[in-house]
């Protein structure tokens, strides 16, 4: 779109947008799974419409548990950009180990389908934005901020 008389042009793919969520579980591992489904659920509008095809497992450590949470997102959005892989966390074990968490994960799901699976939109990545993880009377809560 481009009109001459104009001294100037719209960009698209330059500034960035987000979406944050707020996820809570009564321990960690319930935390991270509802985590990890919010993010998907960013991506696509029901994440019953996932058939569980795929498996994928990972395993993961850090020495601070919200950057171990921060990491186990960034999982999510590795598997959709390089496989299109869109997955669900079944299982989330953490335990901490001489000061380290180690955190190992089953996911399943499938590769992303427009027929079936209604898109929302892209998240490129976890940020660092405000992020935070925190102990609760009632558990565990997490803010995260996605980049779309």
């Known amino acids: 779109m481009s ?4 001294p100037y042009e719209f960009l698209e793919d330059i500034a960035t947008a987000d979406i944050a969520f707020h996820a809570w579980g009564k321990d960690l ?3 991270f ?3 990890g489904d919010a ?3 960013v991506m696509i509008d029901n994440l019953d419409a996932l058939a569980l095809k795929e498996t994928r497992t990972f395993t993961l450590e850090n020495d601070e548990l919200d950057m171990l949470l ?3 997102l960034q999982e999510f959005v590795y598997y959709k950009d390089s496989e299109l892989l869109l997955l669900r966390a079944q299982q989330v074990q953490i335990e901490e180990k001489n000061g380290e968490y180690h955190l190992s994960a089953v996911t399943q799901g499938e590769t992303l389908d427009l027929e079936r699976h209604e898109q929302r939109v892209d998240v490129k990545a976890v940020t660092l934005h405000r992020f935070q993880l925190e102990k609760t009377d009632d558990g565990w809560t997490a803010m995260v901020i996605l980049d779309i």
């Open 39 to 41: 993010t998907i659920n």
């Open 29 to 31: 591992e319930e935390l």
């Open 70 to 72: 921060f990491n186990f």
């Open 3 to 6: 009109n001459s008389s104009m």
């Open 33 to 35: 799974i509802a985590a």
